[in-house]
């Protein structure tokens, strides 16, 4: 069975791996920072979660018309421009007397920028390594967010309390530059993976042609809506506990590194195929307790349970990356990256707008209810895709050239 080390031992792994972690971390002190500052500024829940997990929504808009620069880019200069970017804009969210309004305009511009970042990484991720390394390799990159968000939710609550959160914003701010400079020291300079100029008309033609295969749009909607709902839980964290959600996020974090390492170090690929739907369904299940309106330590237990779910992800990624050739790699992982942003985004808009109507543990609930059947409906479909697929293979005359998905 494959090691992390073997994936460390690939030269240009580490500073990709480096650049990934330090982007995290303050993408996690940037967002606690900005979500207390908006909800002492504002009171309400529906913009906290906003700005936290608003920046995704943008990606709706970058997924349509940005995304096929993600292999028509140079990696180097597209990781480490828009790290950049990011620190300018972290660092001016956190001026004195900056409109709210200003605030969001910021964070939709770092959303368009990012929308390319995910297919870029990962689909340069898919260069670095071999093909049967990649579960490995995206492993180690998911706990490396899990990690930075354990560090970076501590830290940050630390730096509310002792300092405001425009110095969590700035904290952020430095930590993407670092990611910057680490990508463009550190990664050597690629030639982009496709050939021609990135345009809207060339995203919309491949989204099209991505999504036009039953198994691959699928595996999509499995990426990004029970996942996205459950996120749409996380991002009412703060209006919940206002003095304990750096806890909450902190126990998140620990429950999806958890998940991570045991499905890309510890799950043999003949129980791959069966575990992706019952990691998600632990994803939403333990959200169901907050009807309850559960104490400080229920709520603890449910959320570190409910992360371990995220482990799914990683299962359903590398089922895509054997579903398109390489050279669309970076824009079909791209496109599950900016998706599953974006449903995020639409999530934490949704959760807000329940938790202002009712109440953030109401909300929780319903979205948890969601994600359930959403999963349900999606394992329903993988029954169907599968006889439809061992009825074709048994078709007289029918010369079966690929070997037949478990998905």
Not at 127 to 135: M, V
Not at 144 to 152: E, F, L, N, P, T
Not at 332 to 337: F, P
Not at 339 to 351: E, I, N, P, T
């Given at each position: 069975?494959p090691?992390?080390?073997d994936?460390?031992?690939?030269?240009?792994?580490?500073?990709?791996?480096l650049?990934?972690?330090?982007q995290?971390?303050?993408q996690?002190l940037?967002?606690?920072?900005?979500?207390?500052?908006?909800?002492?500024?504002?009171?309400?829940?529906?913009?906290?979660?906003?700005?936290?997990?608003?920046?995704?929504?943008?990606?709706?808009?970058?997924?349509?018309?940005?995304?096929?620069?993600?292999?028509r880019?140079p990696?180097?200069?597209?990781?480490?421009?828009?790290?950049?970017?990011?620190?300018?804009?972290?660092a001016?969210?956190?001026l004195?007397g900056?409109?709210?309004?200003?605030?969001f305009?910021?964070l939709f511009?770092?959303g368009?920028?990012?929308?390319?970042?995910?297919g870029?990484?990962?689909?340069?991720?898919n260069?670095?390594?071999?093909?049967?390394?990649?579960?490995l390799?995206?492993?180690v990159?998911n706990?490396?967010?899990?990690?930075?968000?354990?560090?970076?939710?501590?830290?940050?609550?630390?730096?509310?309390?002792l300092?405001s959160?425009?110095g969590?914003?700035l904290?952020?701010?430095?930590?993407?530059?670092a990611?910057?400079?680490?990508?463009?020291?550190?990664?050597?300079a690629r030639?982009?993976?496709a050939a021609?100029?990135?345009s809207?008309?060339?995203?919309?033609r491949t989204?099209?042609l991505?999504?036009?295969?039953?198994?691959?749009?699928?595996?999509?909607?499995?990426?990004?809506?029970?996942?996205g709902?459950?996120?749409?839980?996380?991002?009412?964290?703060v209006?919940y506990a206002?003095?304990?959600?750096g806890l909450?996020?902190?126990?998140?974090a620990?429950?999806?590194?958890?998940?991570?390492?045991?499905?890309?170090?510890?799950v043999?690929?003949?129980?791959?195929?069966?575990?992706?739907a019952?990691?998600?369904?632990?994803?939403?299940a333990?959200?169901?307790?907050?009807?309850?309106?559960?104490?400080?330590?229920?709520?603890v237990v449910a959320?570190?349970?409910?992360?371990?779910?995220?482990?799914a992800?990683?299962?359903?990624?590398?089922r895509?990356?054997?579903l398109?050739p390489d050279?669309?790699?970076?824009?079909?992982?791209?496109?599950?990256?900016s998706?599953?942003?974006?449903?995020?985004?639409?999530?934490?808009?949704?959760?807000g707008?329940?938790?202002q109507?009712?109440?953030?543990a109401?909300?929780?609930?319903?979205l948890?209810v969601?994600?359930?059947?959403?999963?349900a409906a999606?394992?329903v479909q993988?029954?169907?895709?599968?006889?439809?697929?061992?009825?074709?293979?048994?078709?007289?005359?029918?010369v079966?050239?690929?070997?037949?998905s478990?998905?």
């Open positions: 069975m090691r992390y080390r994936v460390f031992r690939v030269p240009e792994f580490t500073p990709l791996f650049s990934g972690s330090a995290s971390a303050a996690t940037a967002g606690l920072g900005l979500a207390t500052l908006v909800y002492r500024a504002t009171g309400s829940p529906l913009l906290s979660a906003l700005a936290m997990f608003g920046p995704a929504l943008a990606q709706l808009v970058g997924a349509t018309t940005l995304l096929s620069a993600a292999d880019l990696p180097r200069a597209a990781l480490s421009g828009v790290a950049l970017l990011f620190a300018a804009g972290t001016a969210q956190a004195p900056l409109p709210v309004a200003a605030a305009a910021l511009l770092q368009l920028a990012g929308s390319v970042t995910g870029v990484r990962y689909g340069l991720l260069e670095i390594l071999p093909r049967d390394r990649f579960l390799g995206r492993s990159l706990m490396s967010v899990g990690v930075c968000q354990i560090a970076g939710f501590a830290t940050g609550g630390v730096l509310l309390a300092l959160p425009r969590a914003l904290a952020g701010a430095a930590l993407y530059l990611g910057a400079l680490l990508a463009y020291r550190g990664l050597s030639a982009p993976r021609g100029r990135p809207p008309g060339e995203t919309w989204n099209a991505l999504w036009s295969s039953p198994a691959r749009r699928r595996i999509y909607l499995a990426l990004w809506v029970p996942n709902l459950i996120v749409g839980c996380e991002s009412l964290f209006p206002p003095e304990r959600a909450l996020f902190v126990c998140a620990v429950g999806m590194l958890a998940g991570d390492t045991a499905v890309g170090r510890f043999p690929p003949s129980w791959r195929a069966r575990l992706a019952p990691l998600q369904c632990l994803l939403a333990p959200y169901l307790v907050f009807v309850l309106r559960p104490g400080l330590v229920l709520a959320i570190t349970v409910s992360a371990v779910g995220y482990g992800s990683l299962l359903y990624q590398e895509l990356t054997a398109v050279e669309l790699s970076g824009h079909a992982l791209g496109l599950h990256a998706g599953m942003l974006a449903l995020q985004g639409l999530s934490a808009a949704v959760a707008g329940l938790a109507l009712a109440s953030p109401a909300a929780m609930t319903m948890a969601a994600s359930l059947a959403v999963t999606l394992s993988g029954s169907r895709l599968r006889r439809a697929e061992q009825r074709k293979s048994a078709e007289p005359g029918t079966n050239l690929v070997p037949r478990r998905w």
